[in-house]
């Protein structure tokens, strides 16, 4: 058969997809509605007085979670037992009622009571049909998504009532939504949530947004990944601080590659960190790339990028030296990247670098982890020297 989709919108409510199914063999057809919407920030709950023929052509959106009730019949149907449909309030007594007498022949064969009670409550609902006296329809959704047409909007329909209510947490789990309301100002929600700010780009200075996150690193801390597009000139650029406070004693972080599956362990370095790969008397300096979380490959192809780019080495100007060394450099790099193998160190005064250890919890034998007592040059750098945590409210009250 052949499946239609349609994306509509319904007048005073919302989008909508309305799934049209057709069987050429068998002529059968069937049609269903989905939201095109999120869930409803609150249930809503709508309540017809149905008092004429008219109002049984009333357009209404059923979802699949929402449950609709007769109460003059004790009649309901619960969520979650039809696929949602766009129909009017006669199409959804039509539908019940065919629901209803598809196993009658079984039941008069089996139990010819029920069957006698069952044939007696479809004349109800048949009787519905002719509104010969009033009755009450209600659309129950925690979801929000449902509908019942008012004929004469814009103005307030006084048959129809409609309640929005606060989902209790028994509907909340039944959407798959969050069971357990936490305080807005929580830290777990500043954890989870992604805090954005008003920045410059920092290529084209137009006005951008940063984007920033508060991750926890398995095995290791805190860390804080701000990530900045600018929709003018599309520069990206992301950056990493440390989330704690810099550690009582530096680290030393050697790996030694031998393998390519190496190229994908997480790197967290920090902005106090050096890189050195002795088989090629390589070092990088502290606060070159800035901070960075990312793997060992995309490191290796920050570092070669920023060698490549270096304009000491391109245009008429350069030596033709220089640019043959850089470039059997940039060969080796790239060697190390696939199959050379070679050591790879990261050095940080601040204790505030990672690298991914594979065998955690277990010890890794090709990661070697050294703690070190920071020289006072390294202190200096840092700006530890100068800097006072304890006691220096009293200094500072003798001192006036």
């Given at each position: ?41 609150q ?19 059923k979802?699949d ?35 209803l ?13 029920v ?16 509104v ?21 909007a814009?103005?307030k ?36 949530e ?11 200075n ?38 704690g406070?810099?550690?009582?004693q ?5 790996l ?45 192809k ?18 033709p ?21 070679a ?6 005064p ?28 390294q ?13 220096y409210?009293s ?6």
């Amino acid at each position: 058969g052949v499946t239609r989709l349609l994306l509509t919108r319904i007048p005073f409510f919302k989008e909508i997809i309305v799934s049209s199914f057709a069987c050429d063999s068998c002529s059968w057809s069937n049609t269903e509605i989905q939201s095109a919407g999120r869930i409803q920030e609150q249930g809503v709950r709508y309540t017809l007085a149905v008092t004429s023929r008219q109002d049984m052509n009333r357009e209404v959106v059923k979802t699949d979670c929402a449950t609709a009730r007769i109460p003059e019949l004790d009649f309901e149907i619960p969520a979650f037992t039809q696929k949602g449909v766009l129909t009017t309030i006669e199409g959804i007594i039509d539908r019940a009622v065919v629901g209803l007498e598809q196993d009658q022949p079984l039941r008069r064969a089996t139990d010819e009571e029920v069957a006698n009670k069952i044939d007696e409550f479809i004349g109800k609902l048949k009787q519905l049909k002719e509104v010969h006296s009033s009755f009450t329809f209600v659309i129950d959704d925690p979801s929000g998504n449902s509908f019942v047409e008012n004929p004469h909007a814009p103005q307030k329909d006084d048959a129809l009532v409609v309640t929005h209510y606060r989902r209790t947490p028994q509907q909340a789990a039944m959407l798959g939504l969050e069971l357990e309301e936490k305080p807005a100002d929580s830290t777990e929600d500043l954890r989870n949530e992604v805090l954005q700010f008003n920045t410059n780009c920092p290529e084209c200075n137009a006005p951008a947004n940063t984007n920033m996150k508060l991750v926890q690193i398995p095995h290791f801390k805190e860390v804080i990944i701000m990530a900045t597009n600018c929709d003018s000139c599309g520069h990206r650029t992301n950056e990493v601080k440390s989330g704690g406070a810099i550690e009582p004693q530096g680290t030393r972080i050697t790996l030694r590659i031998t393998d390519p599956s190496d190229m994908t362990r997480d790197i967290l370095k920090s902005e106090t960190c050096s890189v050195e790969i002795p088989e090629l008397e390589f070092e990088l300096g502290m606060g070159a790339l800035g901070g960075k979380f990312t793997t060992l490959e995309g490191l290796l192809k920050d570092i070669r990028e920023l060698v490549e780019r270096n304009p000491f080495t391109l245009g008429d100007s350069s030596a033709p030296g220089k640019a043959e060394k850089l470039q059997e450099f940039v060969g080796k790099l790239q060697e190390v990247e696939g199959k050379r193998k070679a050591h790879f160190v990261m050095d940080d005064p601040a204790g505030n670098s990672y690298l991914q250890n594979v065998y955690a919890p277990e010890e890794d034998p090709e990661l070697s982890v050294e703690r070190y007592e920071r020289t006072f040059e390294q202190n200096e750098d840092l700006g530890l020297n100068d800097m006072k945590t304890e006691g220096y409210e009293s200094e500072g009250a003798s001192g006036r």
